[in-house]
């Protein structure tokens, strides 16, 4: 009786699986793409580069000039007391270090940045495409550089940029991938 039960179970779960794969419909689209077609994302590089020039060079500005203040105070041994020796020394290897690494902070504080300006745009992407998906009866949708081979049909971008209201470039000018 335990061999039959288990012989009908594995068959409805055969027959229902085959009913799921009939059933899938799936989609692709280039996120990348999509978001630098997007009106906001041309904006991003001159924000990126304000806060580059108000925020980041201003504050290279004063680690250099910290920097300068505090070894001059460590070297001149005469008037500086021991104790306030002792916290120099423990300040200066930060110091620099941060001169040192600056390119890799300013690189990690841009990305950064950039990452927290193009949130929003992520979202409203993310966003019409659960919409499309939905409405289109995708039940999967992959990003397309994930993909080698891909039917055109499936390519869900034409649907998104309306649903964004986003004019993609002409089939003879630059492509989105």
């Keep these: 009786m335990k061999k039959f039960f288990s012989v009908i179970v594995l068959a409805v779960c055969l027959l ?7 059933q899938t ?3 692709y689209i280039s996120i990348e793409n999509m978001v630098r077609l997007m009106p906001a994302t041309a904006k991003i590089d ?19 000039a910290l920097y300068q203040y505090k070894d001059s ?7 500086t007391p021991a104790v306030v020796r002792k916290q120099i020394e423990q300040e200066l290897p930060t110091l620099i270090y941060q001169i040192q690494n600056w390119q890799t902070i300013v690189n ?6 950039q990452n927290e300006l193009l949130a929003p745009i992520y ?6 495409i659960k919409a ?3 409405e289109k009866g995708y039940t999967h949708v992959l990003n397309k550089e994930a993909l080698l081979v891909a039917p055109d049909g499936d390519d869900m971008i ?15 000018g630059t492509k989105p991938n």
């Design 132 to 134: 499309v998906a939905k």
């Design 25 to 27: 419909k799936i989609g």
């Design 108 to 113: 990690q504080a841009m990305e950064s940045k």
């Design 16 to 22: 229902l699986s085959g009913e799921a794969v009939a």
């Design 123 to 128: 979202n409203k992407v993310y966003d019409a």
């Design 158 to 172: 034409t649907a998104v940029a309306a649903k964004l209201k986003v004019t993609l470039p002409k089939a003879g």
């Design 46 to 64: 001159s924000l990126l580069e304000q806060y580059q020039n108000d925020s980041i060079n201003p504050q290279y500005a004063q680690i250099v």
């Design 73 to 79: 105070v460590y070297r001149d041994s005469v008037k």
